[in-house]
């Protein structure tokens, strides 16, 4: 069963930089496609970012062009490099496999505020 344990995230003020970090485990994560998802108080978990095994990318229409998606397969890592941070990116992140499996890890919570 695949675990993830995400980690890197804090308070920082608006305008500010974060980068979280997944680490997973099972023996076909290179061959998975992998998401950042995010859950604020009071609203639905939504998918931020995804990276497919060929390293392709997307983005929530919120975060293009300020968060970066990336994956390091040997170490069966992920991160996400969140620049300019907004107010309202607020929230617990979360890594998973897209589409997402039943197993969720404790997240890591992102603050933005000054």
């Known amino acids: 069963q695949v675990q993830f344990v995400e980690s890197g995230g804090g308070l920082v003020q608006p305008g500010g930089s974060l980068r979280l970090s997944c680490a997973t485990s099972?023996?076909?994560?290179?061959?998975?496609?992998m998401g950042w998802y995010r859950q604020a108080p009071g609203k639905q978990r939504e998918l931020v970012a995804g990276i497919t095994s060929g390293r392709n990318t997307n983005y929530a229409d919120s975060v293009k062009g300020r968060f970066t998606i990336s994956r390091d397969n040997a170490k069966k890592m992920v991160y996400l490099q969140m620049n300019s941070l907004k107010p309202e990116d607020s929230a617990v992140y979360y890594c998973?496999?897209?589409?997402?499996?039943?197993?969720w890890g404790q997240g890591t919570q992102v603050t933005v505020s000054s």
């Open positions: 998973n496999t897209r589409p997402f499996g039943p197993t």
């Open positions: 099972g023996n076909i994560f290179s061959l998975a496609a």
